[in-house]
């Protein structure tokens, strides 16, 4: 096809565009196909195929990195100005972005990548993706149909290395089916628990032309059908179960926001008076404030928390799928409980912990079912004792309000992680959309950032995945403009993307960027220091200049070493304009994040900070063991982890 | 512990197989055997999976095909009345001298000798599982040269099917896929 023939086509599908899909803006409800195809459809090459197909699809941004095999792509966008590409700066960058993006909103989020490297560059943003089952298409380009298994030049077998970190995926075997498999994989990664779905053309493919039609009928998938209504006879089982218990406790996962039904779950728990626990994911479920909330569970959740799923006589699983941070031991997790378990993925249910009801279905319309015949009723004294748990946890607490007298462990002047975070709450009014990384700073975020509404944290759970922050919150501030955004990173995941300053930069993304710079790869040296006797093996880092790293970026930014500079710098940094902003926290080095259940411990076998009476107390010991000196060529002996913990000195 | 038997239609596209197997191995299902082949619908496949778990597990297993967008139906056999079949081809160590008595044998199970050579002879065999492992026992003291099994087919009994979902080739799907095999 020659250039002049692909420029006339893309006139005529611009007015097909204008009359049908119409704009990137009112894209969206455009999106089941409902476009209008001229019966004299025109020809395409493979290339403007996969614009039309994002374009009908609603997307508006593509997060992706050119090269050869897929060119034919990148140039057939220049004839498409309603897709905004941006040009990350490594292709994990772009699986981020996307996952950020489709996080932020829950429209699918959009990476395109060459080949080869380009391709493989993906994996780690898929794989984030899968894990938390967000819902991103990744169009990578492949080498020529006729080259494919030859080991031709930046050939890899992407579908092959991907099948097991997607919801779906396709390698692209004939032009007539390329809108066919664009248009299903968007409606697999979408629908039902949503995931990343792979595409992957052949360049051959990118080039032919054909005859561009898009089906206006909805995708039928014979193999697919995602559920919606839970079966009659369990949910009264359900409510069957609620109405015998007394001590039950809800646990609310990622589903309660992905599939809407945040007013349904403040309904229930509100009704029935029950507490509502929260997984990792799960924050922004339900408002964090909210009188039923008791906060967040699992490794670092809070003890009071912990302790109610462990003495819970019911427990009602929503759209969670009892991960190992959140249950601990298996084996002693939540023993004396019933449980109900309602999620949209029927292999999640009994996988880890058996349930005496499974409901699969879409939680809207599950917990619409349920609330249609649940019984008010009061729950005092349940609360009451979570009451007397939650008081022993705040006699720990080192995050205290102004007029409390301060935790011993907290000396002057020391600038923790935790207050950083707390401060930032407070400046920020809860309202912001943060995108942490992961170690001890996504902890603490999980801790002192209370969340109200969802979308609202943005944060790798599944996988755990070091470098996600930066570009998930340049992907979820472009989906969300108007929304103030923060990465909360450490300086170690920070390092890992950093390079993705230059994207934010380019594209004039206003990040406000948190670094929590405390010199340690800080989560692995908490578990190097409780379970390796602490040998601090390969966790210091020595860091460059993170406040002239943003400036070589023409980013500006803050250092902050005190508690008390936080406010004017988390002001400054919001009324910045225009960009990019970073502001580093130079925090305690040797900090932990507490309470936190070893792994594989027992949920309610939990590493506490001392109470100040404890540390005292602990304090005087050591002092009085200075005094008289100790046989210095005893071998220590090895300690169970709780008992390190026990004898530790700090916060 | 018991023995499982799972049938599965699955549409005929490409990788079909491998995201079966690959299930298998990412979510540690120990599989006796898988046998697919095509059905009297063109786009259809399928596929028999043999598994020694308990109950829960096999659960399990059914639960994770249905997560994968290729497969249609998924049925477990274990719940109905159903035949099951395995196939062998087993090379046989016969001289003239015990030829006779292999012939025998043969004739016992109703297998079938479907090749004759100066010192072997190649033995067609179906039945249940357990059939085929009676006979190899039986021949194997006259020496097994080579020998391999279909993996058990089956099927339920009478008026119990597979249900394929009203499926249809969504697209017409062009003759360009590439077939499971
Ligand atoms: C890609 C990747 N590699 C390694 C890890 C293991 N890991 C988990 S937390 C952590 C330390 C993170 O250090 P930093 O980013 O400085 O955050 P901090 O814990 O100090 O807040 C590491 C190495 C991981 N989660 N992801
Ligand atoms: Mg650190």
Known sequence: ?651 | MAKHILAALVENRPGVLARVSNLFRRRSFNIDSLSVGRTQRENLSRMTIVMESDAAEADRLVKNLYKLVDVVHVDHLHNQPSVARDMALVKVKASSENRREVIQLCDIFRARIIDVAAESLVVEITGEEEKLGHFTELVRPFGIVEMVRTGVIAMGRGSHTLKDQGYKPNRGRSSSRRSVL
């Open chain 1, 1 to 651: 096809m020659t250039e002049d023939k692909a420029a006339t086509n893309a006139e005529s599908l611009a007015k097909t565009l204008e009359t049908g899909a119409g704009g990137s803006a009112g894209a969206c409800e455009q999106a089941s196909g409902e476009a209008d195809i001229p019966a004299d459809a025109v020809m395409l090459t493979g290339a403007e195929i996969v614009c039309e197909c994002l374009l009908r699809e609603g997307v508006d941004i593509v997060f992706g990195y050119p090269g050869g095999a897929i060119l034919p792509t990148y140039d057939a966008l220049t004839r498409y100005p309603q897709l905004h590409h941006v040009l990350t700066r490594h292709e994990q960058g772009a699986s981020h972005m996307a996952d950020g993006y489709a996080r932020a909103t829950g429209k699918v989020g959009v990476a395109m990548a060459t080949s080869g490297p380009g391709a493989t560059n993906l994996v780690t943003g898929i794989a984030t993706a899968m894990m938390d089952s967000s819902p991103i298409v990744c169009i990578t380009g492949q080498v020529p149909t006729g080259a494919i298994g030859t080991d031709a030049f930046q050939e890899t077998d992407v579908t092959g290395i991907t099948l097991p970190i997607t919801k779906h995926n396709y390698l692209v075997t004939s032009i007539d089916e390329l809108a066919e498999d664009i248009r299903e994989a968007f409606h697999i990664a979408r629908t039902g628990r949503p995931g990343p779905v792979l595409v992957d053309i052949p360049k051959d493919i990118q080039i032919q032309t054909t005859e561009f039609v898009y089906p206006t009928e909805p995708v039928t998938l014979p193999g697919y059908k995602p559920p919606r209504r839970g079966r009659a006879d369990q949910v009264e089982a359900a409510l069957e179960l609620i109405r015998e218990s007394r001590r039950p406790v809800i646990l609310a996962g990622h589903g309660i926001s992905m599939a809407n039904a945040n007013a349904e779950l403040a309904e229930l728990c509100e009704r029935a008076q029950i507490p509502v626990a929260l997984t990792l994911l799960g924050k922004g479920a339900i408002s964090e404030r909210h009188p039923m909330c008791v906060g967040m569970m699992g490794m670092h959740g809070g003890a009071e928390v912990n302790h109610a799923i462990q003495q819970a006589d019911l427990l009602i699983a929503l759209g969670m799928r009892f991960d190992d941070r959140v249950t601990g031991n298996l084996a002693t997790y939540a023993k004396g409980s019933r449980k109900i378990h309602v999620d949209i993925d029927s292999s999640e249910i009994n996988k880890n912990v058996r349930v005496d009801v499974g409901i699969v279905g879409d939680l809207r319309e599950v917990l619409r079912q349920l609330l249609d015949r649940v019984e008010r009723r009061p729950n005092d004294a349940w609360f009451d004792r979570i009451a007397e748990w939650r008081a022993d946890s705040e006699l720990r607490e080192i995050v205290r309000p102004a007029d409390a007298p301060r935790h011993p462990a907290v000396s002057e002047g020391k600038l923790l992680g935790a207050q950083v975070i707390r401060d930032l709450f407070e400046l920020t009014g809860g309202n912001a959309v943060t995108v942490t990384d992961v170690g001890q700073h996504q902890m603490w975020e999980a801790q002192y950032y209370q969340h109200e509404r969802p979308h609202s944290l943005i944060t790798s759970g599944g996988l755990g995945t070091m470098g996600f922050g930066l570009p998930a919150a340049i992907g979820a501030k472009m989906a969300r403009p108007d929304q103030e955004v923060w990465a909360i990173v450490g300086d170690g995941g920070f390092q890992m993307t950093s390079m993705e300053l230059a994207t934010a930069v380019q594209e004039k993304v206003k990040v406000n960027i948190a670094v929590i710079n405390n010199g340690f790869l800080g989560m692995v040296r908490q578990w190097q220091e409780f379970f390796y006797e602490e040998r601090y093996n390969q966790t210091p880092m020595v860091n460059p200049d993170f406040c002239k790293l943003a400036e070589a970026y023409g980013i500006p930014a803050i250092r902050v070493t005190e508690r008390g500079q936080i406010e004017d710098a988390v002001n400054a940094t919001r009324a910045q304009a225009g960009g990019p902003i970073l502001v580093e926290f130079v925090v305690e080095k040797e900090e932990i994040v507490f309470p936190m259940v070893p792994a594989g411990a027992d949920l309610d076998d939990m590493i506490r900070r001392p109470t100040p009476e404890e540390f005292e107390q602990k304090r005087r010991e050591r002092a009085a063991a200075k005094a008289t000196p100790a046989e210095t060529d005893a071998e220590p002996e090895p300690v169970a982890p709780a008992a390190v913990a026990g004898t530790r000195f700090g916060v």
